[in-house]
C-alpha cells in the first residue's frame, strides 16, 4: 500500500539553526514527492517537487530511492519559515492525473 | 488569474442531514480533485473529476459523491452526515492534461464543516 510517513508532528529549532524535515514514503512503482507548505492563514502551497531538483525559499529535497526518503533541508532557518509542511506522493497514472498522498505534517516553528 | 474558490467557507449541519459543498477552479483548469482534512488522519483523498468524469476515487464511503460540471466547476456531496464527517474539505484544480502536467495541485481555502 502506498504511505507516506512524517515522524515528527512538531519541530522547533532557533533562528540560524540547520532544519531537516523527515519524509518516508511506500511504493512500489517509480515515486514522484513534493513538498507543500502552509503558512499561517494562506492556503496549502507547492514548495517544491523532486523532479525539479531545485531549491526554493533556500530548501532542497532529494530523493533517495534506496531509504525511501525525501527529507527537507535548510540550512539556515528563518523566522518566516514557521508553516506546516507536508510530503506528499503522486500516485500519478498515465502522466495527468492528480491523486496525491499526503503525510501527516510537520508543523516547523523556528524560534528568535 | 483568480484562485480556486470554494463555497461555503463554513457550515454547521446536523447528524442525518446531507451537504453540498461546491469549487471553482482556476480558469482554464480542467481537474478538480478533493480532500478531506481532519487532526486525526490529515488529508486524504476523496476523489478527482476531470472532463466531467471522475478520474480517480479515493477510500470513502459511498455517502461521498461529487461531479463536474461543462464549465469545470465542481460539487461534491455529503449524505446521511455523521459526527466523523466534521472536517475541512479542500478542493484543488490543475490543469489535468499530460501536457498540461506539473504535479501542481492549486488548492483553495476550504471549506469546513462541523456536524452536530
Known amino acids: 500500500a502506498q504511505r507516506v510517513t512524517q515522524p515528527e508532528k512538531l519541530l522547533s529549532v532557533f533562528k540560524g539553526a540547520p532544519v531537516e524535515l523527515k519524509c518516508n514514503y511506500s511504493y512500489s512503482g517509480s515515486p514522484e514527492l513534493f513538498w507543500y507548505v502552509q503558512y499561517s492563514r494562506q492556503r496549502l502551497q507547492l514548495l517544491l517537487r523532486h523532479i525539479s531538483r531545485e531549491s526554493i525559499k533556500g530548501f532542497t529535497a532529494d530523493l533517495n530511492k534506496g531509504e525511501t526518503s525525501f527529507h527537507l533541508k535548510k540550512p539556515f532557518a528563518q523566522e518566516e519559515d514557521s508553516a506546516m509542511y507536508y510530503c506528499a506522493l503522486s500516485l500519478n497514472y498515465g502522466g495527468a492525473t492528480n491523486k496525491l498522498i499526503f503525510g501527516t505534517g510537520t508543523l516547523l516553528a523556528v524560534q528568535p | 488569474k483568480a484562485g480556486v474558490t470554494q463555497t461555503p467557507r463554513y457550515l454547521i449541519k446536523t447528524r442525518g442531514q446531507q451537504v453540498t459543498l461546491s469549487c471553482s477552479p482556476i480558469s482554464g483548469h480542467r481537474s478538480v480533485s478533493w480532500y478531506q482534512q481532519t487532526p486525526g488522519q490529515g488529508l486524504q483523498f476523496l476523489f478527482e473529476?476531470?472532463?466531467?468524469?471522475?478520474?480517480n476515487k479515493g477510500n470513502f464511503p459511498g455517502r461521498f459523491s461529487g461531479r463536474q460540471f461543462s464549465n469545470s466547476r465542481s460539487e461534491m456531496n455529503v449524505s446521511t452526515l455523521e459526527l466523523g464527517d466534521s472536517a475541512l474539505y479542500l478542493c484543488?484544480?490543475?490543469?489535468?492534461?499530460?501536457?498540461?502536467?506539473?504535479?501542481?495541485?492549486?488548492f483553495g481555502e476550504g471549506s469546513r464543516l462541523t456536524v452536530l
Open positions: 473529476y476531470f472532463s466531467e468524469t471522475q478520474r
Open positions: 484543488a484544480s490543475s490543469p489535468g492534461t499530460s501536457g498540461g502536467y506539473t504535479g501542481e495541485l492549486f
